[in-house]
């Protein structure tokens, strides 16, 4: 049975956790739409433009998850990409026990991931950069959880290339802002994020993925209150 989702209080700005924020790129696009947002995380990140508490993610969503509206999670990706099982290092599985705190919360809630972690999501929402008009694709995995879902915007087909890792963004080419990239200054512009480095950008959700999960999350509340 699908629940509710909580209404919040009218007079206030919708109350977001940001966990496993790194430098807010998931935090910023629930910003631009009007939300309150905190983020949390284990490693300091100076860098984060949003209000900031380091602390354990899972530990702060099961202690604390029930106070925000809605709570996006990003539990860190290293044990499902392609680079960290070529090099045989083992990670923690934190989508499972991330899981299970935001399902204790009786929160609305999304866990992202990367396209490699698909086995381990529960029927995951697709969002491609280029359907944001960005010159990158930069798929990323959404689970949603507490009575929300959303609906992605239609997916577009992959017509440009990808210039190889490394190297200056081809013209007619889409770049690939993973590992060691070129065109900090240039991904910075592409996907809004003005604020962070090169460390931010390989890892961040560009602020365009979650101001369109915030965009239907409001409808859905809006439509629970009707």
């Known amino acids: 049975m699908t629940q509710p989702i909580p209404i919040p209080h009218p007079r206030r700005p919708l109350r977001v956790l940001d966990a496993f924020c790194c430098q807010g790129g998931a935090g910023m696009g629930y910003h631009l739409a009007g939300f309150d947002v905190t983020g949390i995380d284990l490693a300091p990140q100076p ?15 099961r202690t604390h998850g029930a106070d925000f509206d809605f709570i ?43 396209e490699e972690a698909a086995s381990e999501l529960r029927n995951p929402v697709t969002l491609c950069a280029a359907a944001f008009g960005m010159h990158t694709y930069r798929h990323r995995l959404f689970e949603t959880g507490g009575g929300f879902t959303f609906t992605p915007p239609p997916h577009p087909a992959h017509w440009a290339p990808l210039t190889k890792m490394g190297r200056p963004r081809a013209a007619e080419h889409f770049a690939h802002y993973v590992g060691n990239f070129s065109g900090v200054a240039e991904a910075r512009i592409d996907m809004c994020v003005p604020w962070m480095n090169r460390d931010g950008i390989r890892e961040c959700i560009p602020p365009a993925y979650t101001r369109h999960i915030a965009t239907q999350l409001l409808t859905s509340m809006l439509e629970a209150a009707a």
């Open 72 to 114: 996006h999670a990003s539990p860190p990706c290293q044990r499902y990409s392609r680079a960290q099982k070529i090099q045989q290092r083992e990670h923690p599985d934190l989508i499972a026990p991330t899981r299970a705190a935001l399902e204790a919360t009786g929160r609305p809630w999304v866990i992202e991931n990367v």
């Open 47 to 61: 860098r984060n433009p949003l209000p900031f508490i380091q602390a354990d993610a899972i530990n702060f969503i």
